[in-house]
């Protein structure tokens, strides 16, 4: 007896549905009760064979890993800005006291009021550590929170 039209679109909706969510073509076969061959048929028309699958992870892990990357690298180039900023408040305060010069401890007291609106390196974010010991492309970064400057001006 021949299934009808809407049966075999359920049955093929069903097949690919169980088979995306990992379950062996043989075993969807028997339990649907449908030949693997159709079941062939259907993932070419579907694009929902293996290597179509594997193909769309790899694709979704190559843009998730070149986030990553992206992502630490601009925090790298932030922490070395930061700390170069840093450095030049430094100097400058080290030049205001070896003067000793009038007017130079009110020049080292705005200093030092403008050193706090520098911004703070934090600790390591937690991707970080959860990546320690591991390639940033297979690191665990929680979707959709990639890091960002902090908006405050730090320029001296």
């Known amino acids: 007896m021949a299934r009808s039209r809407v049966e075999m679109m359920g049955l093929q909706y069903e097949a690919e549905r169980l088979v995306r969510s990992g379950m062996p073509r043989a075993e969807v076969s028997r339990m649907l009760g449908v030949h693997t061959q159709t079941l062939a ?22 843009q998730r ?13 932030f922490e070395r800005e930061t700390l170069e900023a840093q450095a030049k408040v430094v100097r400058q305060a ?28 934090d600790g390591p ?6 990546a320690a010991g591991r390639s940033l492309g297979t690191a665990r970064i929680r ?14």
């Open 41 to 62: 048929q259907w993932a070419l028309q579907g694009n929902w064979r293996k290597k179509d699958l594997d193909l769309e992870r790899s694709g979704r892990e190559t």
């Open 65 to 77: 890993t070149i986030r990553n990357v992206a992502s630490a690298h601009a925090r790298r180039k």
């Open 94 to 121: 080290i030049r205001l006291i070896a003067e000793k010069g009038p007017g130079a401890e009110k020049q080292l007291a705005r200093l030092i009021a403008r050193v706090r609106e520098l911004p703070r390196l």
């Open 125 to 130: 974010a937690p991707a970080a550590v959860e």
């Open 143 to 156: 979707p959709g929170k990639p890091w960002t400057r902090p908006q405050k001006p730090y320029d001296i």
